[in-house]
T-cell receptor, first 113, second 115 residues
Framework: AQSVTQPDIHITVSEGASLELRCNYS??????LFWYVQSPGQGLQLLLK??????LVQGIKGFEAEFKRSQSSFNLRKPSVHWSDAAEYFC???????????FGTGTRLTIIP | NAGVMQNPRHLVRRRGQEARLRCSPM?????VYWYRQLPEEGLKFMVY????????ESGMPKERFSAEFPKEGPSILRIQQVVRGDSAAYFC?????????????FGPGTRLTVT
């Protein structure tokens, strides 16, 4: 069965600093990978996705993620965070032929001035 | 183009009552998914539906929970005889038809509180 691990429950970074959120997945074939962001009390917004092709994918709000098959990872990065990036971030893996998403437990991002 | 709509946004029920959660997918989307998010946890898949069909209900509790997506109208997630453990945020997502469309768009969620 597929699974997603987000090892960092909570991360705090200074505004303007770079960010990397970790995501590791377990899946037999080539996965479909996603990063979503959830602001307090809100639904989930898709930041970016990987289906195939270029392993470095660009998303909205200046985020990018890199798929590394050898490490089973799909880490999310941003070169300079803004206070508005404070939110919960979820990594998810899709199951080809099944279409349900399996989510990690999330990483809460706090931004300090 | 309106996004996925869910109502109500907040729902309070006493133990033993029924909860009905509604989801209207994005225009042109024919696939609907329901997920549940317990406090401090990620989202857990519950059920995947297409119009008038349940495709995958492997994440649905065996009792008290049911879902439908009729030919006309919104998708409904129904919880009978609610218990305190049903308190959670319930999210609906939709995606367009197509063999490789795994991009799901989420609604704002319904936060169910059972007292």
């Amino acid at each position: 069965a597929q699974s997603v691990t987000q090892p960092d429950i909570h991360i705090t970074v200074s505004e303007g600093a770079s960010l990397e959120l970790r995501c590791n997945y377990s899946y037999g074939a080539t996965p479909y990978l996603f990063w979503y962001v959830q602001s307090p009390g809100q639904g989930l917004q898709l930041l970016l996705k990987y289906f195939s092709g270029d392993t470095l994918v660009q998303g909205i709000k200046g985020f990018e993620a890199e798929f590394k098959r050898s490490q089973s990872s799909f880490n999310l990065r941003k070169p300079s965070v803004h206070w508005s990036d404070a939110a919960e971030y979820f990594c998810a893996v899709g199951d080809f032929g099944n279409e349900k998403l399996t989510f990690g437990t999330g990483t809460r991002l706090t931004i300090i001035p | 183009n309106a996004g996925v709509m869910q109502n109500p946004r907040h729902l309070v029920r006493r133990r033993g009552q029924e909860a009905r959660l509604r989801c209207s997918p994005m225009k042109g989307h024919s696939h609907v998914y329901w997920y549940r998010q317990l406090p401090e946890e990620g989202l857990k898949f519950m059920v995947y539906l297409q119009k008038e069909n349940i495709i995958d209900e492997s994440g649905m509790p065996k009792e008290r929970f049911s879902a439908e997506f009729p030919k006309e109208g919104p998708s409904i997630l129904r919880i009978q005889q609610v218990v305190r453990g049903d308190s959670a945020a319930y999210f609906c997502a939709s995606s367009p038809p197509g063999a490789a469309s795994y991009e799901q768009y989420f609604g704002p969620g319904t936060r169910l509180t059972v007292t």
